[in-house]
């Protein structure tokens, strides 16, 4: 278990006068919460903490920002996010409360607020850890996808900001905005169009934007493969896998243009040559599978990597 410094808790202490106050006569969702605070503005988001006046806890927030509240797809994509975060009920995923609209009109849901570190935060300061720890990590967020895909969603955006690491050793796989699922029928599917990655506007180089994390995303994600699959969120986890292995990306640019060039076509450097081969066979190994272009090469699930993590590679010669 990751062991932290104790954050300093919004509600560190229950009174007697919160668990018994009476609720009002007639329960207006529209004055539930209040005391607002900003915690996070997203590229189309707004995440706040705020109180839950019938519940008397603190919870997480979430709206589009007022330039896409009118924004149909953006819409789309909340609701969906909300509900996706809702259907996904496990220990590694964060509980989603409610999903309303405000006096306004616009979509909002509100989560489980935790304290915590990201696992981008934390790489900032991986010599403190050891690897066993981190693999640990790895793992619980392999139990989530693994969950996830074996009820039909796809994450799509997993990287170490997506990663949260609470004081109780809890690890949650975070964000599901970008999250895939597959109607019940595929002809009624070919016909309906799915939500893009691609943003409406263009960047400064005239070329559209893919919505994500670059450095994380698999070659056919980044090229919009129509047959994406579950193994794109296997390279995804690989990817951060490496970079916890040596504290790089496997890929790295400061042209986008060109990295995602690299990741289409170039082999990443292996994590013990890297790293000064402090990296176990066993993990480079199963890190470089999971970085195969080709999705066929790649583990067949999440469940075979974790089932690997789990195996007794503490053992084996780092050298």
């Not at 278990?1 to 560190?12: R, V, W």
């Not at 229950?14 to 006569?25: M, W």
């Not at 329960?27 to 705020?50: Q, W």
């Not at 995923?93 to 607020?113: A, C, Q, S, V, W």
């Amino acid at each position: 278990m990751l062991n932290f410094p104790k954050q300093k808790q919004i509600e560190n202490h229950i009174y007697l006068e919160e668990t018994d106050a009476p609720l009002p006569e007639a329960l207006n969702h529209r004055t539930r919460y209040a005391f607002f605070s900003s915690l996070a503005t997203g590229g189309k988001s707004v995440i706040k903490s705020c109180r839950d006046l019938h519940l008397r806890r603190t919870v997480v927030y979430k709206t589009l920002r007022p330039e896409f509240q009118q924004n149909a797809v953006e819409n789309k994509r909340l609701l969906r996010e909300a509900r996706i975060s809702a259907l996904l009920q496990h220990p590694n995923t964060i509980p989603t409360y409610e999903i309303g609209r405000d006096n306004r009109g616009n979509y909002y849901f509100t989560m489980k607020l935790v304290h915590g570190y990201t696992l981008g935060e934390l790489l900032n300061y991986r010599e403190r850890y050891d690897l066993s720890q981190l693999m640990d990590v790895i793992i619980q967020v392999g139990n989530a996808l693994g969950y996830a895909h074996s009820v039909g969603v796809l994450h799509r955006d997993i990287k170490p900001d997506n990663i949260l690491i609470g004081p109780y050793g809890e690890v949650l796989l975070l964000d599901w905005g970008l999250a895939k699922v597959w109607q019940k029928d595929p002809v009624t599917s070919r016909n309906e169009p799915e939500i893009s990655e691609v943003e409406t506007e263009t960047g400064m180089t005239g070329e559209a934007k893919l919505q994500g994390s670059v450095m994380y995303m698999s070659p056919e994600q980044i090229d919009r493969d129509p047959g994406i699959s579950f193994r794109s969120d296997i390279y995804s986890l690989g990817a951060v896998l490496y970079e916890v292995l040596t504290g790089k990306t496997p890929f790295q640019g400061q042209i986008v243009r060109e990295m995602l060039d690299e990741i289409r076509s170039k082999t990443p450097d292996d994590p013990k040559s890297v790293a000064g081969g402090r990296v176990p066979d066993v993990l480079a190994d199963l890190t470089m599978r999971c970085l195969q272009k080709n999705p066929d090469r790649r583990p067949e699930s999440v469940d075979e990597l974790v089932r690997v993590l789990k195996n007794n590679w503490l053992l084996e010669p780092s050298v």
